[in-house]
């Protein structure tokens, strides 16, 4: 008999690779949003589309009514308060997974571990919150309410991604350095090159989600990343490399970004201190990560195709270039 998934979200990045995983393994699929954003899968006759806004709690209601699904993998859960009614909901289904975050963890550790590293606290006024700075917050109090849920007997999971990139990465983040490889000769890197990022590849975060709806024990959550992470100048080197393109990777101290009024921060995917997921409780339930270096030449080539260049984070081309110079003449 085959089951039904219900994904809330669906048509833009997680989503909508969720929903190809599980039709790659013969779920019939709805998806659930507002319709606000393109469909990808408009004239795919295996998935629904049901419309109407997850925080309407009637709307949300009757597409469970509507789809009756046997598992529903929450991919746009942005408060607690969306758990709170969605586990509700849904509690007596098989598998409720919701998406949290890397973010959600407190302690700077290496690596974060479910169940060790603290969460963020959450305030009232953050549990309400839209803005970036509560965005960890938010996400561990959904954490909580995933743990509160399972406690009452729901099926209800929870899976942190680190960075996720990937084809249609409407983030554009790492389009960004993909852009910088594939256009120029020479690309400044902040720091030594050596900051590390985790990241998780997209593909394999919508199947760390169809896994732990599967097989996930309640109550849990589940890191999700790459099994080799890369630093910086490592991710720089991998996009070059299954590009097939030459590209000089100049390091450059403070000092040296301050000739063109840089910093480290204002280059995307910089991060002083590690941050690093343990996926080993993942890879217990039977989950496999995809090799980086496949999982990068599928991004590079995707992106060749798209019309993203991450252009919104880039920090000038002709301040590098004075960095370039500096360095130059040391």
Known sequence: MTDTALVVGGTRFIGRHTVEELLAHDYEVAIFNRGNHENPFADDDRVTHVEGDRKDETTLRAAKLSVEPDVVIDCVAYHPTD?????????????????SSGSSYAAEEIPKREGE???????????????????????????????????????????????????????????????????????????????????????????ALRVVAERGEPGAAYNVGDRRALTLRETLETIADVAGVDCELVTASDDALAAGDLEPDDFTLYREYPHLLDTCALADLGWESTPVDEAMERTVEEHRESDRDGSEWDPGREAEERVIGVKETL
Not at 83 to 99: K, L, N, Q, S, W
Not at 142 to 164: K, L, N, S, W, Y
């Open 117 to 207: 590293t603290p969460l963020e606290p959450c305030t009232d006024a953050q549990a309400t919150d839209d803005a970036h700075e509560t965005y960890g917050n938010r996400k561990a109090e959904g954490d909580r309410a995933v743990f509160a849920a399972a406690e009452e007997g729901v099926t209800a999971m929870a899976v942190r991604p680190c960075i996720v990139y990937g084809p249609h990465d409407y983030t554009e983040r790492l389009d960004y350095w993909i852009d910088r490889v594939l256009t120029h000769d020479r690309v400044v890197i902040p720091g030594d090159g050596q900051n590390l990022w985790h990241r998780a590849y997209v593909e394999d975060v919508a199947s």
């Open 83 to 99: 758990v709170e009614t969605a586990t509700e909901i849904f509690a007596d289904v098989d598998g409720y997974v919701y998406i």
